[in-house]
């Protein structure tokens, strides 16, 4: 990785702090791995967003883990949920790990050969917590049974 690389990420990191400051949140910054950790409370839950700059990909990426996880009865129907969902995004996608029936929220931006402006930064932080907001409780919903597949269809 060249130096101009190494500058760019280190302008994007300090765009994306930045940002943060601009909304006066609170978050843990680590300057050496450019990485930062907030959480904000959305409609009705804790949000724990890990942002990163990874520096050798050129890319930012946005983690979230939500807080609705499958029982072991039900990791094939949430597999087939989160599919379903990514399915139909256009941005960010649900990670989902069936061997303990945990979700993760991730997006990314490459910004190999451009520049990461203050307005997509306001929309790759106000997306994420969007879909982390509104996907969450369809989610939850779904582990407790207060929603079918089926009805998550129908919806979607």
Do not use: H
């Not at 060249?2 to 006066?24: I, M, N, P, T, W």
């Not at 700059?53 to 990426?61: E, F, N, S, T």
């Not at 029936?101 to 106000?126: A, C, K, P, Q």
């Not at 982390?132 to 009805?151: A, C, K, P, V, Y």
């Amino acid at each position: 990785m060249s130096l101009g690389d190494y500058e760019r990420s280190q302008k994007v990191f300090e765009a994306l702090c930045r940002d943060l400051d601009s909304r006066e949140w609170k978050y843990k910054k680590d300057d050496d791995d450019f990485k930062v950790q907030f959480i904000v409370t959305g409609n009705d839950i804790p949000m724990s967003v890990t942002a990163v700059v990874q520096d050798k990909q050129q890319l930012i990426a946005f983690l979230s883990p939500l807080q609705a996880k499958y029982p072991e009865d039900k990791r094939q129907e949430g597999a087939v949920a989160v599919s379903f969902i990514n399915n139909k995004l256009v941005d960010g996608c649900f990670d989902y790990d069936i061997s303990d029936g945990s979700i993760l929220f991730r997006l990314t931006n490459s910004y190999v050969d451009s520049d990461m402006g203050d307005e997509l930064f306001s929309y790759i932080v106000d997306l994420s917590l969007t879909m982390i907001d509104e996907f969450n409780d369809l989610f939850e919903n779904l582990t407790t049974g207060r929603m079918t597949l089926q009805e998550l269809m129908e919806k979607y």
